[in-house]
């Protein structure tokens, strides 16, 4: 893990995503003027975070300089059901003073996947500022993670999360079959903030496979092996999730 991980346990799911939300807005205020590159997470979890962003802290955050990325994407188009653009656009996007043209999204709805992966790492070098090892280094990366262990689309086993050269991959979700495009390994650990959002039951297992106590053998899950090199690295977890982690200590927050 990196040297800067940190477990933070919540009362609540509100409490977890207003810790991300206070992030977002303490990291835009260190910026000190210029643009903050922020890659937002998939799936359901931060449907709630997006929404908090824009309904309770709007007026906090520096929008127009943001550089909004997504760290994945189904192989949809932006209005499908289960496109995360569309889930970022619906709550948040579509609500704030974002400048459109520091939306990036990933054309993951074209056949050629593999040229949308490349096309988009191109995007990704040409915005956001290298790091001290010379890759593209995000402000800040929200990330979820699947009972699976998997992270973006990072999944058990696949090619894409032994890509040590790609910033940017096309790949598949072995449970459907469906392809996809992710932000890979050396991408994610460039980042010099990465904040898991862990919230509900569901993940507990998960959870305490990757931040219990004596974890078990075999190959580590995806998610275990974001670690950012220069950068901290934040697990967020409601109680409900940390209850095979949780220690009186680390309750945190609302
Ligand atoms: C995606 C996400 C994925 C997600 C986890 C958790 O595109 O699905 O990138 O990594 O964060 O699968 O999903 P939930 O938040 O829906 O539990």
Redesign the pocket.
């Known amino acids: 893990m990196s040297p800067e991980m940190t477990i933070r346990i919540f009362a609540s799911a509100r409490g977890v995503m207003d810790w991300a939300a206070r992030t977002l807005v303490e990291v835009a205020a260190s910026a000190e003027g210029r643009p903050v590159c922020v890659a937002l997470?998939?799936?359901?979890?931060p449907e709630r975070l997006y929404r908090m962003l824009a309904e309770e802290r709007e007026s906090e955050v520096p929008w127009d300089r943001l550089e909004v990325f997504f760290?994945?994407e189904?192989a949809v188009p932006p209005e499908h059901v289960e496109s995360?653009y569309r889930l970022a656009f619906d709550n948040l996007l579509s609500r704030v003073p974002v400048r459109a043209e520091r939306v990036h999204r990933i054309r993951a709805e074209e056949r050629d996947l593999s040229r949308a992966a490349r096309e988009y790492e191109e995007i990704v070098r040409s915005r956001v500022p290298a790091g001290p090892d010379g890759l593209p280094s995000f402000d800040l990366v929200w990330?979820?993670?699947?009972s699976d262990g998997?992270?973006?689309?990072l999944f058990p086993g696949s090619p894409a999360l032994r890509e040590e050269r790609r910033l940017v991959a096309e790949t598949i979700d072995p449970r459907t079959g469906a392809p996809r495009v992710t932000f890979t390994l050396p991408l994610l650990n460039a980042a010099r903030r990465v904040q898991f959002l862990v919230v509900g039951e569901s993940k507990s297992e998960i959870a305490k496979t990757i931040l219990g106590p004596g974890r078990a053998g075999g190959e580590e899950p995806p998610a275990a092996r974001v670690s950012p090199a220069a950068g901290d690295l934040e697990w967020l977890l409601d109680r409900a999730a940390a209850s095979g982690i949780q220690d009186p200590g680390l309750i945190a927050g609302s």
């Open positions: 997470s998939g799936g359901s979890t760290g994945d189904r995360n990330l979820g993670i699947g998997h992270t973006a689309s």
